[in-house]
């Protein structure tokens, strides 16, 4: 049911923690599964130096997050916005049908967190326009 990669993220997920004085910081939760991801940011002219995840969730969620961080460290804001569920589950060699929208909390926890970072520091990040980190997180 779940690949070797994913098994292999839930037994050893990369970048677990806080970040204590993090530019970026998202939270958002599914009711599906109960699934809770917060996503930390430590962002130096523009690039996501440091990223970490707390997750509260099943095993795709804990999976699904901490492949995100791994995508998303070292790049900058801009292809950070670009990473999609769809890239997610790729890199994690496939999620089961009943388990995408997992994939697509880590998506939204990664916006939120650089929507969090372009709020503070009044920037405008191209394909956040339309963000809203309030929105019910919904299957693409
Ligand atoms: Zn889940």
């Known amino acids: 049911m779940y690949t070797e990669k994913v098994m292999e993220h839930f037994r050893n997920p990369r970048n677990v923690g806080e970040i ?8 958002v939760g599914n009711a599906k599964c109960g699934d809770i991801m917060k996503i930390y ?27 995100a961080t791994e995508l998303i460290k070292g790049k900058s804001v801009d292809e950070a ?11 994690l060699g496939g999620l089961p049908k009943v388990k995408v929208h997992c994939s697509v909390l880590a998506e ?15 920037l ?4 956040l326009e339309d963000f809203n980190p309030d929105e019910d997180v919904h299957e693409h």
């Open 20 to 27: 204590k004085d993090a530019d970026g910081i998202g939270m």
């Open 41 to 67: 940011m430590k962002i130096n002219n523009g690039i996501i130096d440091d990223v970490k995840f707390q997750t509260f969730g099943c095993g795709s969620a804990i999976a699904s997050s901490s492949m």
């Open 81 to 91: 916005v670009e990473l999609t569920n769809k890239a997610v589950v790729e890199a």
């Open 108 to 122: 939204q926890a990664v916006k939120s967190a650089l929507y969090d970072y372009a709020q503070k520091n009044n």
């Open 124 to 127: 405008v990040v191209k394909g």
